[in-house]
């Protein structure tokens, strides 16, 4: 009967474990990355964690590597664009170059997070 009740509350324990958060999920994480930069012209094709950690300020940060794709090569875009959208694609170009369509890039940047009542948040 003792065995019963140590495995019971060993298997209890292990669920109740299970159910915490101490990290914000890779799903959460690849939300962020297509919500920030996904739209007409980019596609996130690849999401990758390489690191969590809790940084100085104790926010959890999380370094990620993501791979976008064109859907449009830059002459399609830049004949779409006006104004401030067309400052934004020139300074884009700056760094990415003039792009084909289908032509990917590759990324790397950390974004920061907050734990609060509700889960984590993005900051």
């Known amino acids: 009967m003792k065995q019963f009740v140590r495995v019971s509350a060993l298997i209890f324990l292990i669920l109740t474990l299970a159910g915490c958060s101490n990290r914000p999920s890779d799903d959460l994480v690849e939300d962020l990355v297509k919500q920030l930069y996904e739209n007409e012209y980019i596609k996130i094709t690849k999401v990758e964690r390489l690191d969590g950690y809790i940084d100085q300020d104790g926010d959890y940060a999380v370094d990620v590597r993501y791979t976008a794709k064109f859907t449009q090569s830059y002459k399609e875009v ?9 400052f934004a694609l020139g300074l884009m170009s700056a760094v990415t170059g003039e792009w084909k369509k289908g032509d990917t890039y590759v990324e790397e940047e950390t974004f920061y997070f907050v734990e609060s009542e509700n889960g984590w948040r993005p900051l």
């Open 78 to 86: 830049e004949s779409k664009t006006r104004g401030v959208e067309k």
